[in-house]
């Protein structure tokens, strides 16, 4: 479980302070437990248990103006609900805040399916307007299956991690606010280690490369908008080891450079024929030394 949260926060990162803040205005929660009021139910062998206790409480909510989401801590009731059967939880366990002024106004802030006492479903966090932020699968407490974050709209998928191999490997995909997918990478033991890949908006492959702990080591190829193949480049070690090829826009082989074992030129092109950049590498970092200009490379090419 403590493993479980862990992960929810880190992978909530996103919600941390910005640069500029949102007009927010701040909900307030009962703070005390007053058992004449919030009384505890329980232990039952089959029904609703509630309990009642006072701890700190990450919450997620939207700004004023419902464009940025809000995150924070707060101290406060937490009321659980959990379903059980034959003494154990077995379906659905909610998280609850009380409003302070109204104590009949809830928020669920989380829910998640039990089996047998062990997590085996969805676990749903949502914002305080009840719209959802994260969804986590469990399989008897482990993370398993796909887990995804949302948009501010709560059902447009913002990122999502698939699970081969418990938390060990999975596919983490992020997404253009048009639901396509922007990037998918390999994770392994924490690190990106194996393809990635990069789309358009469009949904068109953009980038792909392999990485091995984070550094690109192999082909890496990057395309047109159209799908066409545009640079095609070998690294070794997050290193430019090797310039393949270059093509223009309809398909043909044009000049790429000499970049061959670490040591050489890469051409960048804006377009078809203008030459944007040449940078020159040396053991696969690029060189301080004096740019290169077209008309050197031109005698270079002679």
């Known amino acids: 479980m403590k493993t479980a949260c862990l992960f929810f926060f880190f992978c909530l990162a996103f919600f941390l302070a910005q640069a500029r803040q949102p007009k927010y205005t701040k909900k307030h929660f009962v703070r005390e437990l007053n058992t004449s009021e919030f009384k505890p139910t329980g232990p039952v062998k089959d029904g609703l248990i509630k309990t009642y206790f006072v701890t700190e409480v990450s919450i997620y909510d939207v700004d004023d103006n419902n464009t940025t989401h809000v995150r924070g801590n707060v101290r406060a009731l937490l009321n659980i609900e959990s379903e059980v059967k034959k003494g154990k939880r077995n379906g659905i366990t909610r998280q609850y805040l009380i409003d302070s002024a109204d104590?009949?106004?809830?928020?669920?802030?989380?829910?998640?399916?039990?089996?047998?006492?062990?997590?085996?479903?969805?676990?749903?966090?949502?914002?305080?307007?009840?719209?959802?932020?994260?969804?986590?699968?469990?399989?008897?407490?482990?993370?398993?299956?796909?887990?995804?974050?949302?948009?501010?709209?709560?059902?447009?998928?913002?990122?999502?991690?698939?699970?081969?191999?418990?938390?060990?490997?999975?596919?983490?995909?992020?997404?253009?606010?048009?639901?396509?997918?922007?990037?998918?990478?390999?994770?392994?033991?924490?690190?990106?280690?194996?393809?990635?890949?990069?789309?358009?908006?469009?949904?068109?492959?953009?980038?792909?490369?392999?990485?091995?702990?984070?550094?690109?080591?192999?082909?890496?190829?990057?395309?047109?908008?159209?799908?066409?193949?545009?640079?095609?480049?070998i690294y070794k070690n997050d290193k430019a080891w090797t310039i393949v090829a270059n093509y223009d826009s309809k398909g043909n082989k044009r000049d790429a450079g000499t970049l061959k074992d670490g040591n050489g030129t890469v051409i960048y092109y804006d377009d078809d024929t203008t030459v944007r950049e040449v940078v020159t590498y040396k053991t696969g970092k690029k060189c301080k030394c004096k740019a290169t200009t077209t008309t050197e490379l031109q005698d270079f090419n002679t």
């Open 103 to 233: 104590h009949s106004k809830r928020f669920l802030i989380a829910e998640q399916t039990y089996v047998n006492d062990k997590l085996n479903g969805p676990w749903i966090w949502y914002n305080l307007r009840g719209r959802k932020v994260q969804s986590d699968n469990f399989v008897n407490d482990s993370l398993s299956g796909i887990s995804r974050q949302f948009w501010i709209d709560g059902y447009t998928i913002m990122k999502e991690n698939e699970y081969l191999d418990g938390t060990r490997k999975f596919i983490a995909r992020e997404y253009h606010k048009n639901g396509k997918v922007a990037r998918e990478t390999t994770i392994l033991d924490n690190e990106p280690n194996g393809e990635v890949k990069e789309y358009y908006e469009s949904g068109v492959l953009k980038d792909k490369f392999n990485v091995k702990g984070d550094k690109r080591d192999g082909l890496r190829i990057y395309y047109y908008p159209d799908g066409k193949p545009w640079i095609e480049q």
